[in-house]
Structures are given as C-alpha cells and as structure tokens.
C-alpha cells in the first residue's frame, strides 16, 4: 500500500515557478513508476511527466516539455516536478500517482495509486 501526499500548489503570475512535492509512505516506493497527472475543470485528467522507478527514463506531454522536469528522490521518498515559464493554461488541480510496474505511463488507468491533488493557479 502507498500513500501520496502533494504539495507546493499555489498561486503564480503567468512567466513564474512553482515546485510540486509529493510524499510517498511505504517502503517499496524506489521500486514505482511515478507520474504527474493533472485536471483542470471541465477537461478530462491529463499526463503531465513520468519518470521510472530508478530516475533514469522520464517522459513529458508536449505542452508542458522543455518547461516542466520531473526528478525523484528515492531516499527521500518523493518526487518532484518543477514548473518554469507557467501559462494561464497550466491552471489544474495537479496529481502524483503510483505504478507498481515500475515504469511510468501516459494512460491514468495504469497507475494503482493516486494522492488527493494541489491546486496550481496562473493568472495572466
């Protein structure tokens, strides 16, 4: 069983930076795929970035590349994702989910756990 706990949402003008944390409980969280979901109202939930079990292999949706990086941190039982150069269109409630597989997906319904979201805001 893992739990995930995100945070570091907020408020942020348009062209600014956030850090999403998320905190993972159990002890075989270095052997998940993780991933970065998000749900803005309205739309359906969409794949952010994922990265493997082991940080070797990440993958971004094209809105987001070459502005987002997803990194983890196995001793610390978190992974990350830094959000530079934000646009109003980045405004969603943000999820980290789990993958027992050990390699991240694209698809929502391969992941086996999810955490509750944090809200991320960009006003233009």
């Known amino acids: 069983q893992v739990q995930l706990v995100e945070s570091g949402g907020g408020l942020v003008q348009a062209g600014g930076s956030l850090r999403l944390s998320c905190a993972a409980s159990?002890?075989?969280?270095?052997?998940?795929?993780m991933g970065w979901f998000r749900q803005a109202p309205g739309k359906e939930r969409e794949f952010v970035a994922g990265?493997?079990?082991?940080?070797?292999?990440?993958g971004y949706a094209d809105s987001v590349k070459g502005r987002f990086t997803i990194s983890r941190d196995n001793a610390k039982n978190t992974v990350y994702l830094q959000m530079n150069s934000l646009k109003p269109e980045d405004t969603a409630v943000y999820y980290c989910?789990?993958?027992?597989?050990?390699?991240?997906?694209?698809?929502?319904?391969?992941?086996?756990?999810w955490g509750q979201g944090t809200q991320v805001t960009v006003s233009s």
């Open positions: 159990g002890r075989t969280f270095s052997s998940y795929g």
């Open positions: 990265i493997n079990w082991g940080g070797a292999n990440t």
């Open positions: 989910a789990a993958s027992s597989s050990s390699r991240y997906s694209a698809y929502a319904d391969e992941y086996d756990y």
